[in-house]
């Protein structure tokens, strides 16, 4: 095997390797109110926030398939069924797919999380009113506890995702108007949907003391509790991996090799360093794109430009955020398109970068049928295929062997915590709307 006598020293200098990092404590992460967790629980499993009163926040990121909905790119209104069954509604048919891969929820509450989304849209920044930088207008981001709150401002105002499309219901016609904040705009409107239920209305009460004493509740609020349960239910530190971290255990040898490999001559802790296997940052490697693209509506280009989106900096084009790998094998597909349903193809792809682009077989996402939308265009230019190229730059990579394969996958599985898929409070049997739970 190529590197073998490296690899064979690295094993054996191991624990002593200086790329692997310190064990996952306490400190790193906020402290969670359990009661405004479990009033979170609810609402993040009841289709009352979306404005056809069919999605839930669970429907896109459900502990099935690893907090993700196990589909290449997502289908939120429109659609029925669950994961990679979900199918476009014939009788409300989705004007497009979700353009972007569900992201997995893990250790979201870890300090160290200043950073959301692909493109990084939503970011922590304390010279901000609000201390939260956004799309938005910096007033429409105070009262949110913070980014992890802020970012369900973003799914309940989608057409595609949870609102709806114009005409449908109200939410989704306010937002088509652009009425998004005060008296009957968006976030209103749901929050009075929460409020019209007694159960909700006892429960912040109980959990808020100014609501108790008579202040509205209000969407800030139903975020704030949804945080909270995505903060205790997915805190995820468990694995085979942590309790070598913690020198409770040891790895199987195959899995010590590919973690020798990951740290070493592969170059993957290069980017996915830290505790949780992510430096935050922005790279352009050359994933394929597949899908609508993250365009306006009237545009039909189908590019996703990634960090450029949000920076407008030519530098950043087709970059994207190096996702945590906390959970990694349970979190199919990959890459912010989803190209890879299957994790030893991506790894494989995407240890070459740009060379593997070129190969790149579009039978390796999983999309579930859509009529008349186009998800290869971008596959099908080679203009649009040389700048993706050309972003990623000239970095050279041989090619991985089926062993040195099979070693990085071997350690990517310990990375697996086994509570993964319960989660803390697991999923609740009913809501408080009474509209069917997403199991």
């Known amino acids: 095997m190529r590197y073998a006598l490296l690899v064979a020293l690295l ?14 404590t306490d400190d790193m992460f906020r402290p969670v109110d359990r009661r405004e967790a479990e009033l979170g629980q ?27 909905d196990g589909l290449s790119l997502g289908i939120g209104d429109g659609g029925k069924g669950l994961g990679p069954d979900r199918v476009a509604d014939p009788d409300n048919l989705p004007e497009e797919r979700i353009p972007r891969n569900a992201p997995a929820l893990f250790n979201l509450g870890a300090h160290e999380f200043t950073v959301l989304f692909h493109d990084g849209r939503i970011e922590a ?30 799914p309940v105002l989608s057409p595609d995702e949870m609102a709806g499309h114009y005409s449908e219901n109200e939410i989704a016609q306010a937002v088509r108007q652009g009425r998004l904040t005060g008296e009957g705009g968006a976030w209103d409107l749901i929050s009075a949907r929460v409020r019209a239920i007694p159960d909700y209305e006892a429960r912040f009460a109980a959990v808020y003391p100014d609501i108790a004493a008579g202040r509205p509740l209000g969407f800030t609020d139903i975020s704030n509790a949804i945080a909270a349960f995505m903060e ?30 990951f740290y070493g001559d592969a170059g993957c802790g290069t980017c996915h360093s830290g505790p949780f296997l992510t430096d935050h940052r922005f790279h352009a490697m050359a994933a394929p794109q597949i899908g609508p693209g993250k365009v306006a509506r009237f545009e039909s280009d189908h590019r996703d430009m990634g960090r450029m989106e949000v920076t407008g900096r030519p530098e950043d084009a087709f970059a994207f955020r190096t ?18 349903s299957q994790l030893g193809a991506f790894v494989r792809d995407h240890a070459e970068g740009a060379a593997a682009l070129s190969r790149y077989n579009p039978e390796n996402a999983l999309l579930p049928d859509l009529a008349g939308v186009e998800d290869l265009a971008i596959l099908n230019s080679p203009e ?42 697991g999923i ?12």
């Open 125 to 154: 920044d304390p010279a901000r009113k609000s201390g939260i930088r956004t799309p938005l207008e910096d007033d429409m981001t105070v009262g949110f506890d913070g980014i992890l709150s802020a970012q369900t401002m973003f």
């Open 232 to 261: 205790l239910e997915w805190r995820s530190d468990a694995s085979p991996f942590d309790a070598y971290l913690r020198g409770e255990g040891d790895l199987p040898p195959l899995a010590r090799e590919g973690m020798a490999l």
């Open 384 to 425: 649009e295929m040389q700048a993706i190229t050309d972003a990623a730059g000239t970095r050279t990579q041989e090619p991985l062997s089926d062993a040195e394969l099979a070693a990085i996958l071997a350690f990517l599985d310990t990375l697996t915590d086994p509570n993964a898929e319960t989660g803390v409070l």
């Open 11 to 24: 094993v054996l200098a191991l624990p002593a390797l200086a790329g692997p990092p310190g064990p996952v």
């Open 323 to 340: 996702p945590s790998l906390r959970n990694i094998a349970l979190t199919a597909p990959y890459g912010h398109a989803g190209g890879h």
């Open 428 to 439: 609740p049997d009913a809501v408080p709307s009474g509209l069917p739970v997403t199991r």
């Open 42 to 68: 609810l609402l993040f499993y009841d289709p009352i926030l979306s404005g056809n009163r069919e999605v839930s926040c669970a429907t896109c990121h459900h502990p099935r398939f690893g907090t993700s």
